[in-house]
């Protein structure tokens, strides 16, 4: 489900869920067992990348409406395993969005050091709302750090997907490139990071990262609970089937 | 002194004290009133609006400097309930800005979800020290979180008032239109809040704006007593008079 | 080490420390006492100044490279206290960034009011991580204030020095202008201060900065002894005296 590219002292880790990535248990554990791995495995930087034209889709709600609330739990237990790896990593970890990320897309990309996007007609965004889905505080708040607290708002409520260009004007990414230039991107910053004096750049880094870091240090329990029993609300299972009928429309189309 | 125009289940409440919509605590009262009789009349959500060229000119300077002390405890009093109750509202507000809001006029605004201007020459801001009054810590608050603690710091200690395109510019709104559009464009706001997913978007809305609300959970008293103390030491009452004599002497030019 | 210049009510507090004006703990004492003694003169606004094309470089390292560990925990003892000083000052202070301001210099900026720089091919930025020192909290903390947390995360683990125009994009500076109006320029904010309501300016200014200040208002001991240690680790100091050696090679060619 990952493809894994070592260039050098910086390690690619490709999302590899044909078609769109989407996010399942198992792709959430596999991810987060090898950001883990990399720094014993003297990899100095990462690189989180997708597919061409798609980074992740997000959570993958067809086949999570089939699901039970045992692995509902399971899931959503697992993504905030990962994000608290990635907010915990003790390298830096560029995330290369090299196409659409929507939902669970952008927010992998949140607990990330730095952003790169694919400029072409691809959008981004915390489209929860629209599909029913509250935005989880845990998520709102590594948004609010790295938009502010107004934009955070505006995001988060309406749900609005977004284009790179806008994206980087209220910083929710940090750059934006040509897709076929976007993990080449992420490499460079990713060497310049590994190429700083490595005591001072992972100090430094540390503190700047404690208050995302700070979010993961509270008991989330009460909060993942909500998460769980909101996606079995009547008013979000009924907005996640008109979702998927519309998706499968569209694809028998 | 107001006016309710309802379109759907969006409401708009239009403060109407001619000729500049000044404040006293009778208009405080009955908006806040309002603010709250909505969701109960099944309102989803809310415009905030004033006159044509005039949004709200602040508190009632020449009115409040022949009020006694227990008026004036009364009129802040009432300030602050308004904007608690614009704060903690269940359903979401647009400010209307139809014109000049200096003072109490961008602080109404402060308290809401999102914030449209007439891009006209018309001007806003926290022009309290310019008058002779120390900004109140919530309103400071409230302003941080908008626009971020170094233009908080800029604009609240100068006070000066800023053109629609550089509130838009620095967060201080989120949108400007030609003034026979604002109204329309709250609503525009206002609609697309309506339409979607209820549940996840209260719950969303109810997650960012908790920093908001937080600034109304602790003891005010002192600092509303701070502020009424303010309001009678000789160096405001001095410059407060001043800016009534040279209002009178332009209204009479 | 420095010299004083009166402009009625503002005092101007130029650094002078030929040739770049590097911090050394007696300057520090020196600007610090002129900083704490201006209220005492009836002086209404500060501009902290350098040298035309030199602001300052920060602190005197191939001095401090011949010190020894009671000579190093003084000079950042000062350097704290002097940033704490101008937080604390009860009036404003602008920084008029004649010049280059890597590193200390920027520092200095990042506790006063308002910052000015000027416009020619000059750099500032918080290069700490570039020369193997990580940069403390209470700077983070105050550089966060100004430019937020993402691009806070960004200058400060990166350790880049950027131009006046990037500085102003991000917050980081508050207006730019040529060299010979830099101080014109805080002199004529200074004044604009000085003429306005003066309780409720300062009043408004204790609110808006007392989150600056705060950052002093715990025990710094622990960080202020991480600084010290981190100064004598073996990679901090190779990588000084490489820095330094480069420096000496610059002069002698």
Redesign the interface.
Known sequence: MILINDHGMVREVRLNRPPVNALIAELLVTLREAIQAAPRDGVRALILSGAPGRFSAGLDVPLLLGSDRAAMAVLWRELYALLHALAASPI?IAAALTGHAPAGGTVLALFC??RVMAQEDYKLGLN??????????VL?GALR??????????L????ILISPQEALRV?LV?DVAAMDQVIARALDWCQ??VA??????L???R???A?LLHLFEVNLEPEIQRVIE?WW?P??QS?LRALVERMGKKASS
């Open positions: 830096p050091d730095w929860e709302v629209q599909v029913g889905i509250p935005l989880p505080p709102l750090r790295l938009v502010g607290s107004r934009q955070a708002e505006r988060a409520v309406s749900g910083g940090d310049r990071m700083l004096p490595s005591e001072a750049m100090a430094t880094r503190t700047a990262r208050d909101n609300s008013s979000t907005t």
